[in-house]
């Protein structure tokens, strides 16, 4: 399967016309194949990426991290036959990217505007929850034979595959969802959840990254010794794992049943690799 990744944005540039520009990138997930081209803002459409992509030879998947790039290049694949994927892991063109910019200072291509966080819907609270931590060693093997309804763990993102050391503590969060277990575990995986992150603040909170530009409240906090850990939890996340975390989502915490699992990874963690 070929899979792609590509990004559709205005440049900070003008052709001779003063036109503003915009930019096509495509990649594999090597960096061995990359295309690129410009055209003014006045040809930006679903039939100029169709030509280009006629050009090149057609993938099976194309990756998109970008909302704004989302609707013209989804477009163009279903023209083509192409599945267009939205996610923010598209680590070789995110490195791609950063590397260009150097040439532009004060330019970053990576900058998207996200809206302020929401609210969990009412009733996917859960009942308990916790910050935690399994060794990178165990992770893989605690899980991924167990039965759970909804199990995420790419190999990718697997410790070995980080190059992490057995030993390692990585951290998570795991949430005791009672009855509204399922329902939460399937919320979570609806909405695509890409990683989380601990805010401090007034009250401190718990935010969950998913789509592309989505973010909700999991949890809001004042208490001291849970500050502690959320703090100590982002700095594994920063110092040790390489952006690795894990959720849990349980009935309770007999450890007899799981209703899903996901392998999360900061995606700025990603863009910095």
């Known amino acids: 399967m070929i899979v792609w990744q590509a990004d559709f944005y205005r440049v900070p540039k003008q052709d ?13 997930r090597t960096l061995s194949f990359t295309y690129e081209a410009t055209c003014p803002q006045s040809e930006v459409s679903a039939n ?4 280009q992509l006629q050009k090149t030879g057609l993938p099976d998947i194309i990756q998109v991290f970008r ?4 609707n013209l290049l989804a477009t163009a694949g279903q023209q083509l036959g192409i599945k267009v994927e939205a996610t923010r892991r598209t680590t070789a063109l995110k490195q791609w990217l950063q590397a260009r910019s150097s040439l532009e200072p004060g ?10 966080p929401l609210p969990l ?6 009942e308990a929850w916790r910050f935690a931590t399994l060794p990178a060693g165990d992770l893989v093997d605690a899980f991924a034979s167990r039965p759970i309804p909804i199990l995420e763990m790419p190999e990718f993102m697997h ?3 980080l190059g992490l050391r057995s030993t390692i503590p990585v951290p998570g969060v795991i949430i005791d969802g009672g009855r509204q277990s399922m329902k939460l575990a399937r919320w979570i995986k609806n909405v695509r959840p890409v ?3 601990y805010i401090p603040g007034a009250p401190d909170g718990l935010i969950l990254e998913a789509g592309l530009v989505d973010r909700w409240v999991m949890v809001t906090f004042e208490d001291a010794e849970v500050a502690a850990a959320g703090k100590a939890f982002q700095q594994r996340l920063q110092s040790q794992t390489r952006g690795l975390h894990f959720l849990l989502v349980q009935p309770d915490n007999s450890g007899m049943t799981y209703s899903g699992f996901w392998l999360l990874r900061d995606e700025l963690e990603i863009e910095n690799c």
């Open 16 to 28: 001779a016309a003063a036109q503003p520009l915009w930019q096509l990138l495509m990649c594999d």
């Open 48 to 51: 100029w990426l169709i030509e």
């Open 67 to 70: 909302p704004q790039t989302l």
């Open 107 to 116: 330019y970053n291509p990576l900058a998207i505007d996200k809206p302020p």
């Open 121 to 126: 819907p009412e009733k996917l609270c859960g």
């Open 159 to 161: 410790p070995i595959a």
């Open 195 to 197: 990683a989380l992150n």
